[in-house]
């Protein structure tokens, strides 16, 4: 590989992490927007939101590169729940050349130390269950929990990641000041040994193969009563959907039956397991209960 195409280390990606500042800023917010969702003007959060939901305590902020061009950025809008002030993340979003640099955990990182700052303690969002780096990335590395799955959240969305399955999406709680959160934070995602956790915990289902790099689901466990337990879905799950549609919606039939069922009963989404396993990765929703 010729030096000049060489992938830069983590190291050597320096960034600024800052507030939104000028008009520019928000465009820029625009255009990161279309890059990776590749959403219709419809479904465009315009400058004008942007602006607003900052004026009357929303937090943006963006990542810049070292000749100040905006690679990411993260969006958040005041809210309540319980009577309580939150934050309501509602955007992240790293250009394709900055992913896999830590852009948005840094941005994360960021989003968690200003709303400190103004004495909230608590942001929630949402994620798309059927993506499990999103999922390792919510629950795994940032320490957030989830006990409520909504169906369709978004209904139908313009954007070609988001096509051919209905929009469902747990709602990620992350409270930003817990003795777990600031352990996580402060250890990351512990490495699992999965032939040691997978004999001490319950796996409500079990991997299928039917064929190469294609998995579907047994039959789910609905009826467990362990303090914890591990729902197994697919590490290649984002592959799956795009090869055939029709099993990705069977997975997604089935994390509604488990989150609906588990939930209910008050379990709480608290963590997600990557392993590796005889040379592939294995992928897990950890569930345990009475964690709200």
């Given at each position: 590989?010729a030096?000049?195409?060489?992938r830069k280390r983590r190291?050597?990606?320096?960034?600024?992490?800052?507030p939104f500042?000028?008009q520019?800023?928000?465009?820029?917010?625009?255009?990161?927007q279309r890059?990776?969702?590749?959403f219709?003007?419809?479904d465009?959060i315009p400058?004008?939101?942007?602006?607003?939901?900052?004026?009357?305590?929303?937090?943006?902020l963006g990542a810049y590169?070292?000749?100040?061009?905006?690679v990411g950025?993260?969006s958040s809008?005041?809210?309540?729940?319980?009577?309580?002030?939150i934050?309501?993340?509602h955007?992240?979003?790293?250009?394709?050349?900055?992913?896999?640099?830590g852009v948005g955990?840094r941005?994360?990182?960021?989003q968690?130390?200003?709303?400190l700052k103004?004495?909230?303690r608590?942001?929630?969002w949402t994620?798309?269950p059927?993506?499990p780096?999103?999922?390792?990335f919510?629950?795994g590395?940032?320490?957030?929990?989830?006990?409520?799955y909504?169906?369709?959240f978004?209904?139908e969305?313009?954007?070609?990641?988001?096509?051919?399955?209905?929009?469902?999406r747990?709602l990620?709680?992350w409270?930003l000041?817990?003795s777990?959160t600031?352990?996580r934070?402060?250890t990351?995602?512990?490495?699992r040994e999965?032939?040691?956790?997978l004999?001490?915990?319950?796996?409500?289902n079990r991997?299928?193969?039917?064929?190469?790099?294609?998995?579907t689901s047994?039959p789910?466990?609905?009826?467990?009563t362990?303090?914890?337990l591990?729902?197994e879905?697919?590490?290649?799950?984002?592959?799956i959907?795009?090869?055939?549609?029709?099993?990705?919606?069977?997975?997604q039939?089935?994390?509604r039956q488990?989150?609906?069922?588990y939930?209910k009963k008050g379990?709480?989404?608290?963590?997600?397991?990557v392993g590796?396993?005889?040379?592939?990765?294995r992928a897990?929703?950890?569930l345990?209960?009475?964690?709200?």
């Amino acid at each position: 590989m010729a030096q000049g195409t060489r992938r830069k280390r983590r190291d050597e990606i320096k960034l600024t992490i800052a507030p939104f500042q000028s008009q520019t800023d928000y465009k820029s917010a625009v255009d990161i927007q279309r890059e990776v969702w590749k959403f219709d003007d419809i479904d465009i959060i315009p400058p004008s939101m942007l602006l607003a939901s900052d004026h009357i305590g929303g937090i943006s902020l963006g990542a810049y590169n070292t000749i100040g061009e905006m690679v990411g950025f993260v969006s958040s809008f005041l809210g309540t729940e319980d009577g309580i002030l939150i934050q309501h993340s509602h955007m992240l979003a790293v250009r394709q050349a900055y992913r896999n640099f830590g852009v948005g955990y840094r941005l994360k990182l960021a989003q968690r130390k200003e709303s400190l700052k103004r004495k909230i303690r608590k942001i929630t969002w949402t994620f798309d269950p059927v993506q499990p780096l999103n999922a390792y990335f919510n629950l795994g590395k940032l320490g957030a929990r989830s006990n409520v799955y909504a169906e369709n959240f978004y209904g139908e969305s313009s954007s070609v990641l988001h096509r051919g399955l209905p929009t469902d999406r747990l709602l990620a709680r992350w409270d930003l000041d817990s003795s777990a959160t600031v352990k996580r934070l402060e250890t990351g995602a512990p490495r699992r040994e999965l032939r040691k956790e997978l004999k001490k915990l319950e796996v409500i289902n079990r991997l299928e193969d039917v064929s190469p790099g294609m998995t579907t689901s047994s039959p789910v466990k609905l009826t467990s009563t362990a303090d914890q337990l591990l729902f197994e879905v697919p590490y290649n799950l984002p592959t799956i959907k795009v090869r055939d549609l029709g099993v990705a919606l069977e997975w997604q039939g089935k994390m509604r039956q488990v989150f609906r069922a588990y939930f209910k009963k008050g379990y709480v989404a608290s963590d997600f397991w990557v392993g590796e396993e005889e040379g592939h990765l294995r992928a897990f929703y950890y569930l345990e209960k009475g964690r709200r």
